[in-house]
């Protein structure tokens, strides 16, 4: 397998990879985001995701295949990024390569991110590309840890 990752705009069928991805038991434990029902998945991903024009959305494809996806989005005058692979492309480089292509395009600075802080493979990918630490949060009963990337990439 050579992993040739690529971005793509998302189509409609990326969505019942992305709910499975979604579901997976490890994903939710290592991400400690609550899976959706499906008709509340596909509702917040068409009118949420898809529907707002601000957001900049896209799939990401290894080999051809739907491997995850890339978010960015405004929430309170900021801009977030979040991620999601499947667990099949974890551990691979996918995810660094992925978020790379994806920040060449999202040119939007600060940009921030909040991975749950047991998730150090999401922690070491923010890093690795830049984002830094600036504060724990507590969403519920889960600390997150936010990041903030500043400047643009060289």
Excluded: C
């Excluded at 991975?115 to 630490?133: A, D």
């Excluded at 009963?141 to 643009?152: K, N, P, Q, S, T």
């Amino acid at each position: 397998m050579s992993d040739q990752v690529r971005l793509r705009d998302v189509e409609p069928v990326d969505l019942e990879e992305f709910f499975a991805q979604e579901h997976d038991p490890e994903a939710v434990r290592r991400s400690k985001f609550p899976p959706r029902e499906r008709e509340a998945f596909m509702t917040h991903w068409t009118t949420k995701v898809l529907g707002d024009p601000t957001n900049f959305v896209q799939a990401v494809t290894v080999d051809g295949e739907v491997a995850g996806n890339v978010v960015a989005w405004w929430d309170e005058g900021r801009r977030f990024i979040g991620y999601w692979l499947g667990k099949q492309y974890w551990g691979r480089g996918i995810g660094t390569r992925a978020l790379a292509l994806f920040l060449e395009q999202e040119r939007a600075r600060p940009l921030h991110a909040d991975p749950f802080v047991g998730n150090t493979g999401s922690v070491r990918l923010l890093e690795k590309h830049g984002f830094r630490r600036t504060e724990t949060v507590r969403y519920g009963e889960h600390e997150h840890i936010l990041l903030v990337l500043d400047g643009h990439p060289a």
